[in-house]
């Protein structure tokens, strides 16, 4: 009987045994999905490889594993246990091979030991084998080596950029800023401080929209100062309204898919004038000939009238051209009051004219009777 027993233990050990396995990982941490290919190594630029050993049934006490590799493809540049606390992992790196070691201190049992491995590739190399040469062995709870035998093959692709920026720029809006209750000019300006933390933003690819209307810096007045961008738009903002601010920012990347940020602001117009300016869109972002201008209310049409009336000369045929896209209604008469006052100029001209012309007839007709009379 007591063989019997002593049959079915070793029957189960062996087992047991033939269950426990050892396993070997080489785990690619690929770059993310933002910067393509996320499914391969990125040639020349820094790459990482998590090398795994685990056993089933069994915590890892010991590694002793040589990893073969192509040196004149591989540039190994360092390599680092997954925990700090797990000195015990160590490495040797010869000319075509790394040596993996890893012993057990006191009873600190791992479930698995993890190397993370970094390494550079040729700019030219499309894909390399590593390999677990034998020799290679992981020890289990009671000591027992069991091998490993494996190999992994991995491609790579070149990329623009090695270090892409993975920080996205930020926006903040320095004016206008305004109270709840306050209302935004019609002629307004925007200024943002822009900055990025890394390779600074595409300074050609900003983009806003104001009111639904699309713009760009190519074709908008703008200014910059560092990190102060200052943008003067095409045309005044339309009265009593709600209006939106889009603005779009991204990075100077050229590595797939640049960090944007977008911000959104909302201003309110007031139902009157409400101006930072003069008024006087041809030197003020020469507003006049850009674009169609809504109605305006009768009380700011004779706002418009008043400023007319005042204003030099220089400036009553902007206002008359301002009045023309506004649709004044009431102001109709001004487009002709300049045709008048040119009309009066004529008339005097040709009383003057006239005048001049019988004084000098008299003054000469009298020098004339008087030389007579003398005769």
Not at 287 to 298: D, M
Not at 332 to 358: H, M, P
Request: charged fraction near 25%; aromatic fraction near 16%.
């Amino acid at each position: 009987m007591k063989k019997f027993y002593l049959f079915l233990f070793i029957l189960f050990s062996a087992f047991l045994f033939s269950f426990t396995k050892a396993q070997v990982e080489l785990s690619p941490v690929y770059s993310s999905d933002r910067f393509q290919p996320s499914d391969k190594f990125h040639a020349w630029c820094e790459n990482q490889l998590d090398v795994i050993f685990s056993l089933n049934y069994s915590n890892v006490v010991g590694v002793n594993a040589i990893l073969e590799y192509n040196s004149d493809e591989i540039e190994i540049l360092k390599i680092l246990p997954e925990w700090e606390k797990e000195n015990n992992l160590s490495y040797v790196v010869e000319s075509n091979k790394i040596i993996f070691n890893k012993l057990k201190t006191q009873d600190s049992w791992l479930q698995r030991a993890v190397f993370k491995m970094f390494f550079r590739a040729k700019p030219t190399l499309f894909f390399t084998d590593f390999n677990f040469s034998t020799g290679s062995y992981v020890l289990d709870t009671k000591w027992n080596m069991v091998e490993l035998n494996k190999s992994y093959n991995f491609k790579f692709q070149r990329v623009p950029e090695c270090e892409p920026d993975i920080i996205a720029p930020t926006i903040e809006l320095l004016f206008p800023i305004l109270q709840s209750w306050e209302y935004i000019a019609l002629d307004s300006h925007y200024q943002f401080d822009i900055s990025d933390l890394w390779k600074w933003i595409n300074k050609d690819k900003i983009n806003f929209t104001i009111d639904d209307i699309k713009y760009d810096l190519s074709n908008t007045e703008h200014e910059r100062n560092g990190d102060i961008l200052t943008i003067y738009p095409s045309i005044w903002l339309p009265l009593g309204s709600t209006v939106k601010l889009n603005i779009e920012v991204s990075d100077k990347q050229v590595y797939w898919k640049a960090n944007t940020t977008r911000k959104e602001y909302i201003f309110q117009t007031s139902n009157e004038l409400n101006l930072l300016n003069e008024i006087d869109p041809v030197q003020f972002r020469k507003l006049v000939n850009k674009e169609k201008y809504y109605q305006w209310s009768q009380a700011e049409c004779k706002w418009l009238e008043e400023q007319f009336l005042i204003s030099e000369d220089s400036i009553k045929d902007t206002i008359l051209s301002i009045n023309k896209r506004l649709s004044c209604a009431d102001l109709d008469w001004l487009s002709g009051l300049l045709n008048l006052q040119e009309i009066d100029d004529k008339v005097w001209f040709s009383v003057f004219s006239t005048l001049g012309r019988l004084l000098f007839g008299l003054l000469l007709f009298l020098l004339i009777f008087k030389r007579l009379s003398k005769k």
